[in-house]
């Protein structure tokens, strides 16, 4: 799942179950607003690789965030 546009927040669950009982894994391509139940993994992909200079990486490997796969050019 790349992205959920709406004008309201709904659960994450709510959205997965309109996608049927059948659904057994989801990836998602952005970072959730509750990541409750979910399993965060490594992504890697080649010739993305993002270079951070800091304290911010401290910061993305803390709060398991991903850039949106909408956001890559």
């Keep these: 799942m790349h992205d959920i546009f709406s004008e309201k927040q709904y659960p994450v669950d709510d959205i997965l179950a309109m996608f049927g009982r059948d659904l057994r894994q989801v990836r998602f391509g952005f970072t959730p607003a509750c990541a409750e139940g979910c399993t965060v993994e490594a992504y890697r992909e080649e ?3 993002l270079f951070v200079k800091g304290a911010g990486l401290e910061d ?3 709060d ?5 796969t909408l956001s890559h050019a």
């Design 64 to 68: 398991k965030v991903i850039f949106p």
């Design 47 to 49: 010739d993305c690789t």
């Design 60 to 62: 993305l490997e803390k």
